[in-house]
């Protein structure tokens, strides 16, 4: 039991990362990014690469893992999605677009890393045991790490100048631009930081599972999982909808081996939708 | 005459000269047959957008009509021409009952929850091994065409099944249920407002949708003469809504064209080995940048006596 809620937390707060940024990029451009879970596994590659084979150290693959997902980002925010976002007013044409960057994305991460699963040395090794559970060193890391990144994420948000003008995008763009925010700008940076979170998500992950080209997809659907459980668009939301999933998935595979967890979580969200369509903390969307 | 219909008859005249083009060859035929199918699957993308929605969940409902008839023509040894409406009926019932649900989700929330349900119904075929064999999945499904010229019957019998569902559709869209499908798209909540039953008629949108995936992945399990979980997964779902979106969403003639235009295009792209799928999804993406509109906004560049009203539409 204290074994089942220890890894619920411990998923919880990498979850959490992945669906602030997917939820980020949505809140301020209202693009619903279906290449969020292929930035991720780039994350993961550059620690793959940068940690596990160039041994250079962690903290700086991690750092690198944000700086390349993020840099990613910005190229897509700048090249593709800004465009467009200007020329089209229907939503549908920046989701397709979404969608086919998800493609190009698993494409180039199968071009250039195969299809091989891909681990990495341990960081440290040792177990804790404590109250009848076991903690494995790796994942505590892990956890303090992505608690870390997450609050400071949020402390960005919420003290700092560019944070606030972040939320003022979010809330209502025209507003913010005649109080002088660079929506250009800030659309940039907020791509970048979703886009960064993402891989900042995968870079954390490789360290205590493993990543592979085409694992893009299933992290997107769990991020999906997320923020309809949660609402998307909305901070609170999207820690709610991370620490929910980590835990129905800890308890599922506690209880259940096999893919039937996720059966019964997909199967649970869709009628939960019928009563909540916009999740526990969503706005009304549409 | 009207456009459409012109665009129609030269579409049928292209269906009916390909054959004999690709004569011999049975790999090209494979994939003039695949693209048929494919253009099926689009196709019920395409009515579930009639009504403003975009649709990932197409994989899900071909596995379902895969599936129907997999079991059918296997374990109780059904003709595959009685199994094949059966599956359709059956992914069109699974869409209705789940439309009822699901359809009350607007914009992104909806297209996020069809992806979802896509790998719902992949892992669903998982694990009911009773039914379905699991991971393991059904083999040496008979088919019905067989001989020398099966190629060529599979063929005209998917393109003929394919040419009728383009005639419903057409018709459907030009009846008084497409004239409230559009009001539906355009905004939901006025058409409520006038007194539109609206769910009902999403429900009914989705669920024909949800039928023309099952009789599609019917057609495509039994030329394959097998059926996985993994048949159709979430990158079928997405891939038959490109289909849809890069042909064009002004005609039915749509899915067909972004079909064969797409799957033809990969099948070309093979000459660029490990990097075909990049080269592809690169096409892709610039062809979205372009084309915002889909292939067919190409039409407008040659116009003629047709308002560009009705174009646009």
């Given at each position: 039991m204290v074994q089942i809620i220890i890894n619920g937390l411990m998923l919880g707060a990498t979850y959490t990362l992945i669906a602030l940024g997917i939820t980020l990029v949505f809140a301020l451009?209202?693009?619903?990014?279906?290449?969020h879970g292929q930035l991720y596994v780039m994350g993961g590659f550059t620690v793959y690469y940068l940690y596990g084979e160039a041994h250079w150290p962690f903290p700086v693959a991690l750092i690198a893992a944000a700086a390349v997902v993020g840099a990613i980002g910005f190229l897509l925010e700048r090249f593709l999605f800004r465009s467009v976002l200007r020329r089209s007013k229907r939503e549908e044409t920046t989701m397709l677009l979404a969608v086919g960057t998800a493609l190009l994305l698993d494409a180039v991460a199968l071009a250039f890393f195969g299809e091989k699963q891909r681990g990495v040395p341990e960081l440290v090794s040792g177990v804790i045991q404590w109250a009848g559970a076991f903690i494995p060193l790796r994942r505590l890391l892990t956890f303090a790490v992505a608690v870390v990144l997450g609050a400071g994420f949020l402390s960005f948000m919420t003290w700092t100048k560019p944070g606030r003008a972040l939320r003022a995008m979010a809330q209502d763009r025209e507003a913010a631009a005649l109080h002088g925010v660079d929506l250009n700008r800030y659309g940039s940076l907020g791509f970048v930081l979703g886009a960064g979170l993402a891989g900042v998500a995968g870079a954390l992950l490789v360290v205590t599972d493993s990543v592979n080209a085409g694992g893009g997809n299933v992290i997107s659907i769990k991020a999906f999982i997320m923020i309809m459980i949660g609402g998307a668009g909305v901070v609170s939301g999207a820690i709610v909808g991370g620490f929910v999933l980590a835990f129905s998935e800890s308890i599922g595979y506690a209880v259940i081996p096999g893919s039937m967890p996720y059966l019964i979580i997909l199967t649970a969200l869709i009628v939960y939708l019928i009563f909540r369509?916009?999740?526990?903390?969503g706005k009304r969307w549409g | 005459m009207d456009t459409s219909r012109k665009f129609l008859l030269g579409f049928v005249a292209v269906l009916v000269v390909v054959p004999l083009l690709v004569q011999g060859s049975s790999y090209w035929l494979s994939v003039v047959i695949n693209i048929t199918v494919l253009s099926f699957l689009g196709l019920g993308v395409w009515l579930t957008f009639a009504i403003g929605r975009i649709n990932i969940a197409q994989g899900a409902f071909a596995l379902v009509g895969g599936y129907v008839t997999a079991i059918l023509c296997t374990?109780?040894?059904?003709?595959f021409f009685i199994a094949l409406p059966l599956s359709g009926l059956v992914a069109g019932a699974v869409g209705g009952l789940l439309g009822t649900a699901i359809l009350r989700l607007r914009g992104v929330y909806f297209s996020m929850l069809t992806l979802c349900l896509t790998e719902a119904a992949r892992l669903l075929a998982l694990n009911w091994k009773d039914l379905t064999r699991g991971a393991t999945g059904i083999t040496?499904?008979?088919?019905p065409f067989q001989g020398d010229y099966a190629g060529l019957q599979t063929y005209f019998f998917d393109v003929l099944l394919l040419i009728l569902g383009m005639q419903v559709v057409r018709r459907l869209m030009e009846s008084r249920i497409g004239g409230i499908f559009r009001t539906i798209r355009s905004n939901e909540d006025l058409a409520a407002s006038f007194g539109i039953p609206v769910a009902r008629y999403r429900v009914l949108a989705f669920t024909l949708a949800s039928f023309f995936g099952g009789i599609g992945g019917a057609l495509l399990t039994i030329n394959l003469q097998s059926i996985y979980p993994s048949s159709f997964t979430v990158v079928s779902s997405t891939n038959d809504m490109l289909y849809c979106f890069l042909g064009g969403l002004?005609?039915?003639i749509g899915p067909p064209l972004g079909a064969a235009v797409l799957f033809l295009g990969f099948q070309l792209l093979q000459v660029f080995g490990p990097w075909q799928s990049l080269v592809y999804a690169a096409a892709i993406i610039v062809t979205m940048l372009v084309l915002p509109n889909g292939?067919?906004?190409?039409?407008?560049?040659?116009?003629?006596?047709?308002k560009a009203a009705e174009v646009v539409r």
């Open positions: 451009m209202n693009v619903m990014n279906f290449a369509p916009t999740g526990i903390l | 374990q109780f040894g059904w003709s040496g499904i008979p088919t002004q005609s039915v292939l067919l906004s190409l039409m407008g560049l040659f116009p003629r006596r047709t």
